[in-house]
């Protein structure tokens, strides 16, 4: 768990909130990633993934169903590895516009890959599937199978208008020494008022503990 844990998170710490962030909060973000010059410290970086729930369609077997599109742009994740069939495949993701999906997807709509999906305005080619996301549960694809596109993209779908429910999320990968855990606590309670978030490895780590410690007790009980 200790040494998987940012595998799991994608991130060194994560900022979510319910809406766009406010200016005050990208510029938290940004003076978190700030280089330092004087402590020969440089600069870390961010990757946004906006989560929403959207109908996809492909036209060629006229298949609908319900699903979870996750725009990410900024080379998510920073730790761990996303597979996908065919291989390599998260690497084109931003260069060829197209998308990536659960497997269940393909099976659900009756469709391959090549074929369009389109997601509200926007179509795109399902360039392949994902096999393996860090942090993700396997609960999570029951809501709906996921659908990856880039950031870019996200406009031209005409999806996120005022009131839309999505989930902003920026993952931050912080400078060689720094530590998350301090940051953290210092801007927990402010970025409350905000109605925003922040987690870090350390939270994750701690509740994969928890919850195989529970699991472990319930088994020898068992």
Same mark, same amino acid.
């Given at each position: 768990?200790? $040494? ?21 909060? $990208? ?53 761990? $590895? ?13 260069? $060829? ?126």
């Amino acid at each position: 768990v200790a $040494e998987q844990a940012r595998a799991l998170l994608g991130a060194d710490l994560t900022i979510t909130s319910r809406q766009k962030f406010s200016p005050r909060v $990208e510029a938290l973000i940004d003076s978190l990633i700030a280089p330092d010059s004087t402590k020969g410290r440089p600069a870390g970086r961010r990757a946004l993934v906006v989560t929403f729930a959207a109908m996809g369609f492909v036209p060629r077997t006229s298949g609908v169903r319900l699903v979870q599109v996750r725009a990410t742009e900024g080379g998510f994740p920073f730790y761990g $590895e996303i597979t996908t069939d065919p291989a390599d495949r998260w690497r084109d993701l931003g260069s $060829e516009d197209g998308a990536l999906v659960d497997p269940a997807l393909l099976t659900g709509l009756g469709a391959r890959v090549g074929d369009s999906l389109s997601i509200g305005n926007g179509r795109f080619r399902i360039l392949g599937t994902v096999l393996n996301v860090p942090g993700d549960v396997g609960a999570a694809s029951a809501f709906g199978p996921r659908v990856f596109i880039p950031a870019g993209s996200l406009d031209r779908t005409g999806l996120l208008q005022f009131g839309s429910r999505a989930e902003y999320a920026a993952f931050l990968r912080l400078a060689p020494g720094v530590p998350a855990q301090p940051i953290r606590e210092k801007y927990r309670q402010p970025l409350r008022t905000e109605r925003v978030g922040i987690r870090t490895v350390e939270d994750d780590r701690s509740d994969l503990t928890d919850t195989l410690s529970r699991l472990g007790n319930y088994l020898g009980l068992v």
